[in-house]
C-alpha cells in the first residue's frame, strides 16, 4: 500500500534561516505528491503539488521537487518568516487531482524573530 | 463564496453518547471526503461521498461509525456510543468532481470525557 514519511518536528528556525522538510514516500504506479500546510485551528491549505518525476512544485517561495530515484519531495524554502510557523504535511495520490490522499505524520514548525 | 462549512468546532462528548458531525461542501461541490486526525498524528482517510451515494468507506471503522451525504443538507458523520479514543479532528473536504483538488473545512474537534 502507500505511504507518506516525514522528518519529526518540531523544527525550530530563526527568522530568515533556510528550511527543508524531508519527505520520502512509498507507492505502487506513479503517484502526485502534495505538501499542505495548516496554520493552528484551521483546516488544510493545498501549498504546492507535482504530479510527475522531476517536476517541481512551488508557492509562496516555498518548492520541492518529485524525484523518483529517491522516492522524495522534500519541502525547501530559502528565508522563512515567523507567519510560516505551522505544520506541513506531505501527501500523496494515485491520481492527478490529489482527492484521494494519504497524508504523513505532519512536521511542526515554528519560526522565531 | 464561502468555503467548506463544517460544525460544530468543538464537540464534547462522554463516552457512550452520540456525536454528529456536519459539512456543508463548497457551492457546486457534489463530492465530500472525511479524514480524521489523531492527536500529533497526519490526516487519514475515512470515506468519500457523493450525493446519495457512498463511494468509498474503505477507511471507516466497521462499527460505530457511519456517514451519508443526502440529496439536500450537510453531510453527516456519525459516531454512536463514543469512546475516548475517538477523540480527534474530523475534517471535511469537498471537490465538485473526481478530477480537483480538495478543499478543506477547518475542522471539528470532538472531545470525548
Known amino acids: 500500500g502507500n505511504s507518506v514519511t516525514q522528518m519529526e518536528g518540531p523544527v525550530t528556525l530563526s527568522e530568515e534561516a533556510f528550511l527543508t522538510i524531508n519527505c520520502t514516500y512509498t507507492?505502487?504506479?506513479?503517484?502526485?505528491l502534495f505538501w499542505y500546510v495548516q496554520y493552528p485551528g484551521e483546516g488544510l491549505q493545498l501549498l504546492l503539488k507535482?504530479?510527475?518525476?522531476?517536476d517541481k512544485g512551488s508557492n509562496k517561495g516555498f518548492e520541492a521537487t518529485y524525484r523518483k530515484e529517491t522516492t522524495s519531495f522534500h519541502l525547501e524554502k530559502g528565508s522563512v518568516q515567523v507567519s510560516d510557523s505551522a505544520v506541513y504535511f506531505c501527501?500523496?495520490?494515485?491520481?492527478?487531482?490529489?482527492?484521494?490522499?494519504?497524508f504523513g505524520g505532519g512536521t511542526r514548525l515554528m519560526v522565531k524573530p | 463564496n464561502a468555503g467548506v462549512m463544517q460544525n460544530p468546532r468543538h464537540l464534547v462528548r462522554r463516552r457512550g453518547q452520540e456525536a454528529r458531525l456536519r459539512c456543508s461542501p463548497m457551492?457546486?461541490?457534489?463530492?465530500v471526503y472525511w479524514y480524521r486526525q489523531l492527536p500529533e498524528e497526519g490526516l487519514k482517510f475515512m470515506v468519500y461521498?457523493?450525493?446519495?451515494?457512498?463511494?468509498?468507506e474503505s477507511g471507516m471503522p466497521k462499527e460505530r461509525f457511519s456517514a451519508e451525504f443526502p440529496k439536500e443538507g450537510p453531510s453527516i458523520l456519525r459516531i454512536q456510543q463514543v469512546v475516548r479514543g475517538d477523540s480527534a479532528a474530523y475534517f471535511c473536504?469537498?471537490?465538485?468532481?473526481?478530477?480537483?483538488?480538495?478543499?478543506f473545512g477547518n475542522g471539528t474537534r470532538l472531545t470525548v470525557t
Open positions: 473536504a469537498s471537490s465538485p468532481n473526481d478530477n480537483s483538488p480538495l478543499h
Open positions: 507507492a505502487t504506479g506513479y503517484p502526485s
Open positions: 507535482a504530479t510527475k518525476a522531476d
Open positions: 501527501a500523496l495520490s494515485d491520481n492527478n487531482a490529489g482527492n484521494m490522499l494519504t
Open positions: 457551492k457546486g461541490h457534489s463530492h
Open positions: 461521498l457523493q450525493k446519495e451515494n457512498i463511494i468509498d
